[in-house]
Each structure stands twice: as C-alpha cells, then as structure tokens.
C-alpha cells in the first residue's frame, strides 16, 4: 500500500504525467468548437488526440482501481469522491467513443462530459481543493440565506402596499392633472 500510494500518489511522476494530461485535454477541448468542419485537419487531429487522452484515462482507472482496490481497503478507489468524478468522466469518454455521434442524439450531452476532465486537476491542487469544498460545504447555509432573504424582500413589499396604498397611481399637479385621465405625462 505504502508502495502505490508513493508511486501513484499525489507528488508522483505519474501524478505529473496525468495533470500534464489534463492540461493538454483542455486545451483540446477549448479548440473543439461545434461549426468546425468535420474533414479538416484540426477536426481529425482533435478527434485522434480525444482517442488516446480516452484510453490514457482509463488506463489511470484500471490502474488505480487494481492497485488500491475497489471498495475494500483505506484507500480504495472509490471510498474518494474525487475518484467517482473521475470514473464519471472516464465512463462518460468511453461511451462519446463508443456510441457514433449520427446514432444518437444522447451522445452531445455524453460529450460533455468531456467539460469536466479539468475538474480532474482540483483533487491534485491541495488550495483549489479546499476552496471547491468549502464552496461546497456553504451550499446549505447559502439556501437558507436566500430563504431569508426572500422572506425579507416579501414582508417589505407587503408593508410597502399597505403604507402606499396606491398614493403614485395619480398625480397631484393641478396643471399636469387632466379629469378622467390617470397618467396625463405618458400620454402619446
């Protein structure tokens, strides 16, 4: 355990080579664009490249899940929610690959999964990970903030009816005030 941990671990060459990966991945991702032309050069480049960075990545899981194990162990592969994102946009890859893009219509939205393979770097950054968990974490806070608020912002609009009651739905200008007329000044 000692051994994986050191050789497949944060730090590691594999690590390395992996978040080299990722960059390299989005920026593929970024040059992708839906009005490119599917016989051109860039197109068939991207499409290569999305091949082998697919079976790199599931090389990594099949790696990883044979090497720390699936469920068993205290460093099973998936006992890390980071690991689930990652087996998600694994899987996700393997079925944009699998299913031809003409078969189904499913398969955009299984494409985009591909959006989230720079996600991949937030578990290797200790900083940015930390701060994704605590936006994370201030979720349920931030629900009840808005339920407040919104609670607020009805409670005034209710006393604003009350204590107007109506009081600028007339004017009060003898010489802008026309008999029978609510609103003399938007008239056209």
Not at 18 to 24: K, N, P, R, S, T
Not at 31 to 46: G, K, N, Y
């Amino acid at each position: 355990a000692e051994f994986t941990t050191r050789v497949l671990g944060p730090g590691s060459r594999f690590d390395a080579g992996l978040m080299g990966l990722i960059a390299v991945s989005a920026v593929c991702v970024a040059l992708d664009e839906p009005t490119l032309d599917p016989d051109s050069v860039l197109a068939l480049t991207l499409s290569q490249a999305d091949v082998v960075m697919t079976m790199c990545f599931v090389a990594e899981s099949v790696v990883k899940l044979y090497s720390f194990g699936v469920w068993l162990g205290p460093h099973a592969y998936f006992r890390d929610g980071w690991n689930w994102l990652d087996f998600t946009v694994v899987v996700g890859a393997v079925l944009a690959l699998v299913i031809p893009g003409s078969a189904v219509e499913a398969v955009r939205v299984v494409r985009l999964l591909r959006l989230l393979r720079p996600l991949r770097l937030v578990r290797r950054v200790p900083s940015v990970r930390m701060t994704v968990e605590c936006v994370i974490a201030s979720v349920p806070t931030m629900v009840a903030l808005f339920a407040f608020m919104g609670f607020v912002y009805v409670a005034l609009a209710i006393v604003g009816i009350s204590l107007f009651k109506g009081g600028f739905a007339h004017c009060t200008s003898p010489q802008d005030y026309v008999i029978g007329e609510r609103w003399p000044a938007i008239q056209t």
